[in-house]
């Protein structure tokens, strides 16, 4: 007798395992969504700081503000939960002077203990970050940094160039 081939005898048994695949493909969707959102999430003004070895300042519970003095002499301000922010001088006296106010940055005295840190390009004129630098008093700054790069970072660019010729 021949077996029917519509009996569930004969029927492949039931795979109760999970299947993956669509899984993976979402994996794989994310993966490449990260891959081309990365570098776009890369934040910061491009200055080249100039090369010194400098001593560490110690760092108080608050962040620092930092004035940012580009190459083409644009400022940027970052504070808080800001980021580089695109400034005009009258704005940056203004920021700052409204920043002097806040209670995180009060001492117990009732005097500001805001700590701001210049990071201005190597290749901008003195004159430029004197003109900051005075922006600075006037807003009533009192503790002002100059942010600079390692000196190790300038002998490995030298020796790499040296290697390249």
């Known amino acids: 007798?021949?077996?029917?081939?519509?009996?569930?005898?004969?029927?492949?048994?039931?795979?109760?395992?999970?299947n993956v695949v669509p899984y993976i493909d979402v994996m794989l969707v994310l993966l490449v969504?990260?891959?081309?959102?990365?570098p776009m999430l890369t934040t910061g003004v491009d200055i080249n700081l100039p090369k010194a070895q400098t001593k560490a300042i110690e760092q108080?519970?608050?962040?620092?503000v930092i004035v940012s003095l580009d190459a083409n002499g644009d400022?940027?301000?970052?504070?808080?939960?800001?980021?580089?922010?695109p400034m005009s001088q009258r704005e940056l006296i203004n920021?700052?002077?409204?920043?002097q106010k806040l209670p995180e940055y009060q001492a117990e005295d009732g005097k500001s203990n805001m700590n701001v840190m210049v990071n201005a390009d190597q290749n901008?004129?003195?004159?430029?970050?004197?003109?900051?630098m005075a922006k600075l008093q006037q807003a009533g700054i009192q503790k002002v940094g100059l942010?600079?790069?390692?000196?190790?970072?300038?002998?490995?660019q030298k020796k790499q160039k040296q290697t390249d010729e």
């Open 1 to 18: 007798m021949k077996a029917n081939p519509f009996s569930r005898s004969s029927a492949k048994k039931v795979n109760a395992g999970m």
């Open 33 to 38: 969504i990260f891959m081309v959102t990365a």
């Open 60 to 64: 108080g519970t608050q962040m620092p």
């Open 75 to 85: 400022l940027y301000l970052s504070y808080q939960d800001k980021t580089d922010e």
């Open 95 to 99: 920021t700052l002077t409204d920043l």
């Open 124 to 132: 901008n004129n003195y004159g430029d970050v004197m003109i900051l």
């Open 147 to 156: 942010l600079t790069a390692p000196p190790s970072a300038n002998k490995s």
